[in-house]
């Protein structure tokens, strides 16, 4: 489904920026949410079988990061090249829970050849993927539309502009999981994923509002400001053992901006565009 919805509202001639931020906006939050529950199949380390949650942030920030550079590709260009390795992506995590539900969780907790599991083969052949295939490809259309003098930014600022924020953030997240004094990562591996997930989707969404309308990111997102406050607070000691507390707190403030963010959007440019976000009618106009 997620590959024939752009086809589907052609069809219906229906087509508009409230549907590719629509699709992209909630691929950007799915994304983090199939990592999850992905090492939800396979389980956590437990000193013999499963993946660390050191593991899990790493798979988790690589695949963020491609898509990342896919919309910062469309930002410059002007065109979204998805690579071959998105659709493989959802069908390899499909094929992941055909297999565990016909033959069991047993199979995540077996050496598969040379004694490596299958989940350090995914891993290695993701972290292939991105950096020999995904990334370079990314780099090449950038630099083919500058040869084709196509790029919609003329300046290197500009064209950088989109990748600080993303940068910053997963910056200030690895330095909280790296000098955490209590291992917040390791105490609550899906609440810290799960803010990872929802904190980039909402940087991404600004900047594919970006590249629909053409306008220039903001340099900070605000999202890094309470964010780098936290960070200080817990890696200096002063959150203490209310350190998980705290995480819980922001987690829950971050996801209810993103949706607030993401209804508040939606409802702009379906009035604006004088269309219902889930209907093929159009508004009655006043």
């Not at 817990?234 to 607030?260: D, K, N, P, R």
Request: glycine share 6%; with cysteine.
């Amino acid at each position: 489904l997620d590959s024939i919805d752009g086809k589907h509202a052609r069809r219906t001639q229906s087509s508009t920026p409230l549907g590719e931020l629509f699709d992209h906006g909630l691929d950007s939050w799915a994304t983090s949410i199939f990592v999850l529950s992905f090492f939800s199949v396979c389980s956590r380390d437990n000193g013999k079988t499963g993946v660390s949650v050191y593991t899990m942030y790493i798979y988790l920030s690589i695949v963020l990061f491609n898509f990342m550079c896919s919309h910062w590709e469309k930002y410059n260009t002007g065109v979204l090249f998805l690579p071959w390795g998105y659709d493989i992506s959802q069908v390899v995590l499909i094929a992941a829970y055909l297999l565990t539900g016909t033959v069991g969780v047993e199979v995540w907790q077996k050496p598969l050849l040379f004694g490596y599991y299958i989940t350090d083969v995914l891993v290695i052949l993701l972290i292939g993927f991105s950096l020999f295939l995904s990334f370079p490809q990314t780099l090449y259309n950038i630099h083919r539309a500058h040869l084709k003098k196509t790029l919609k930014n003329d300046s290197l600022y500009e064209g950088l502009l989109p990748l600080v924020s993303p940068l910053l953030l997963f910056v200030l997240l690895t330095v909280w999981v790296v000098l955490s004094p209590s291992n917040i990562l390791a105490k609550q591996p899906r609440l810290f994923l799960w803010m990872v997930g929802v904190a980039f989707s909402n940087v991404i969404c600004k900047v594919i509002i970006c590249q629909m309308s053409s306008t220039q990111p903001e340099l900070f997102h605000w999202f890094l400001f309470p964010l780098a406050l936290v960070v200080y607070a817990a890696i200096s000691g002063l959150l203490g053992c209310t350190e998980e507390a705290v995480l819980g707190v922001f987690t829950a403030l971050v996801t209810a901006a993103h949706v607030h963010y993401g209804v508040c959007v939606g409802r702009q440019l379906s009035e604006h565009l004088n269309i219902y976000i889930f209907s093929l009618k159009k508004r009655v106009q006043e």
